[in-house]
């Protein structure tokens, strides 16, 4: 799923996806700027079958998030983190 440079999306968007999708495998929040480590941690949580994310430029993650995801997504094998301040 694209969603690249959807720059009005919120967390909440990003937390309902999940839940309502929790066989996604590929998400793509590339310079979504309002996405936080919590639209990331549902990710995280709901879709234990995520084997790409790309969150370039989404300059509010922090390593909370990346923590999160390792812990819950064993599929995951491309993760994009470019342009971060945070991390």
């Known amino acids: ?5 959807c720059r ?6 990003v937390t309902a996806l ?5 066989q996604l495998s590929s998400l793509n929040l590339s310079a979504c700027g309002n996405i936080t480590d919590a639209a990331v941690t549902a990710l995280a949580a709901s ?8 969150l370039t430029a989404c300059g509010k993650i922090t390593d909370a998030a990346v923590t999160a995801l390792a ?3 064993p599929q995951l094998s ?10």
Not at 1 to 5: E, M, N, P, V
Not at 18 to 22: D, G, I, R
């Open 1 to 5: 799923l694209d969603l690249g440079s």
């Open 8 to 13: 009005k999306i919120t967390d909440a968007a």
């Open 18 to 22: 999940a839940a309502s999708c929790p």
């Open 47 to 54: 879709c234990p079958q995520l084997s790409s994310l790309n």
């Open 71 to 73: 812990a819950s997504c």
């Open 78 to 87: 491309s993760l994009k983190l470019g342009y971060f301040s945070r991390l």
